[in-house]
């Protein structure tokens, strides 16, 4: 079955610095990905995802994320962090093709010193 | 990426009634999901909406609970039925479009008092 695994379920990171948030999944083959962004109170916000093709993916919010089938990975990085970037940050994985469910880490809260 | 509008964005009920969340989407979409989010939980899937056709519940998750229906390729509605506290979530909706992915409506935060 798959899974997705987000090892930090909070993240403290000072304003500017950088951030790598991490995603592990396990998966029959080589599925979709895909980050979201939840600020509270609010739905899912879709930050990238990887299909096929290059596997640096770059999305909105200055955030990337590096597909690395050997891991099994998907970690998400952002240069220098915003305070605006405060939120809780979920992986997941679909199927090819798409058209099926999405299975979801439990989520990374992220918190911004300033 | 498709829109979806989803409504209401909060309530509060009293136990033993029942809500009925609608979402609306701005393009035809073959599937669409629903979602619950329970307090400081990831998201697990309700059951998954075809047009046409009843809906398809993940283990733990009856009909009887949580009817859907899907009338049309851009509308689906969740109830939730005879309400407990242990209901209160937040419920999403999603649909899936091609290459563009998985689009989430905002959420409706459930409070079941």
């Known amino acids: 079955a798959q899974s997705v695994t987000q090892p930090d379920i909070h993240i403290t990171v000072s304003e500017g610095a950088s951030l790598e948030l991490r995603c592990n999944y396990s998966?029959?083959?080589?599925?979709?990905l895909f980050w979201y962004v939840q600020s509270p109170g609010q739905g899912l916000q879709l930050l990238l995802k990887?299909?096929?093709?290059?596997?640096l993916v770059q999305g909105i919010k200055g955030f990337e994320a590096e597909f690395k089938r050997s891991q099994s990975s998907f970690n998400l990085r952002k240069p220098s962090v915003h305070w605006s970037d405060a939120a809780e940050y979920f992986c997941?994985?679909?199927?090819?093709?798409?058209?099926?469910?999405?299975?979801f880490g439990t989520g990374t809260q992220l918190k911004v010193e300033l | 990426s498709a829109v979806i509008s989803q409504k209401p964005s909060r309530d509060i009920c009293q136990r033993g009634t029942s809500l009925t969340i609608q979402c609306q989407v701005d393009?035809?979409?073959?599937?669409m999901f629903w979602y619950r989010q329970q307090p400081g939980q990831s998201l697990t899937l309700i059951a998954t909406?075809?047009?046409?056709?009843?809906?398809?519940?993940e283990s733990g998750f009856v009909i009887d609970k949580f009817p859907i229906s899907r009338p049309n390729l851009t509308f689906s509605t969740l109830t939730v039925s005879n309400m407990s506290p242990e209901d209160s979530s937040i419920y999403l909706c999603?649909?899936?479009?091609?290459?563009?992915?998985?689009?989430f409506g905002s959420g409706t935060r459930l409070t079941v008092v």
């Open positions: 999603s649909a899936h479009r091609g290459n563009y992915g998985y689009t």
């Open positions: 997941a994985v679909g199927p090819r093709g798409g058209g099926n469910k999405l299975t």
């Open positions: 909406a075809n047009q046409g056709s009843e809906a398809t519940y």
């Open positions: 990887y299909f096929s093709g290059d596997t």
């Open positions: 393009s035809q979409v073959t599937m």
């Open positions: 998966y029959g083959a080589t599925p979709y």
